[in-house]
DNA sequence: CCTTGTGTGGTAAACCTCTACCACACTCGT
DNA sequence: ACGAGTGTGGTAGAGGTTTACCACACAAGG
């Protein structure tokens, strides 16, 4: 979860909460609340930039940061929903992933999908 | 995309606008920005029943009807926000579908998460 | 004890999203 | 040309969500 993660990063800088917003520029009360998931990830992917930036996250990880924030907001990520390509992948996620019918073969056809979509469309991304 | 979908369900029953309406309850204009995409499909779930009854939907039409919904407001369909399960599987779905590495054992290892996470835990869907 | 530092509760206000209402434009039959 | 019927634009307001502020509780050190 987006919270657990953004408070051990926190506390693996040995930063007190409050030093915490000071730095980053956020509400000392409300995190306070974001970190123990009363209150939402932040939905501005400015502030999640910054907290990425200052946790000196990159690459790989940064995404899964920026995923991590959105699932927890129930949202799907902004790239992804940009994203022709997903957008035609997703339900077939969502169709394999409730287990109606999770069949090796399911699965396989899921995964073409998802290929074929990113050959078809070089607009990935 | 929802909006055409229930557009052209609309169509095919030889309602107009304002009838079809009337009949489920909705406001014509509104309803009118929504079939064009303007406005996002209603997010409340009784709305979107009563529109899936109306249609005649059950099932996987209905399970696709309500993702589809879901989809275009950006939003991940309630009954998957729910699931721990595909909380889970959902991260590794995007990564996948990023393409960063989207090699055949990358797409096998997001098959075996699912695969292992439904087994796993019995709370599915 | 006081003071200082830390986290948290409660709440009001800013903010945004979605809906409902009203008026308008366009078409088509009469 | 008029009327009814159909869809759409604009906009205000309801409703919900997210943030910011203030005050409090608790702990540790002096």
Redesign the interface.
Same mark, same amino acid.
């Given at each position: 979860m987006f919270n657990e993660t953004v408070k051990s990063l926190r506390i693996q800088k040995r930063l007190t909460l409050r030093d915490f917003c000071e730095q980053v520029g956020l509400d000392p009360s409300n995190w306070s609340k974001v970190e123990r998931g009363v209150n939402p990830p932040p939905g501005d992917v400015g502030v999640l930039d910054r907290l990425a930036e200052f946790f000196g996250l990159s690459g #790989?990880e940064k995404?899964?940061f920026m995923?991590?924030a959105a699932?927890q907001r129930? #949202?799907?990520?902004?790239?992804?929903?940009d994203s022709a390509? %997903?957008?035609k992948?997703?339900?077939a $996620? $969502?169709?394999?992933?409730?287990?109606?019918e %999770?069949t090796e073969s399911e699965?396989?056809g899921?995964?073409d999908d998802?290929?074929k979509l990113?050959t078809a469309d070089p607009t990935?991304?």
């Open positions: #790989e995404l899964s995923d991590a699932l129930k #949202e799907i990520p902004p790239d992804v929903a390509i %997903l957008q992948a997703l339900p $996620f $969502f169709r394999a992933a409730r287990g109606h %999770l699965l396989k899921l995964a998802i290929r990113h990935s991304r």
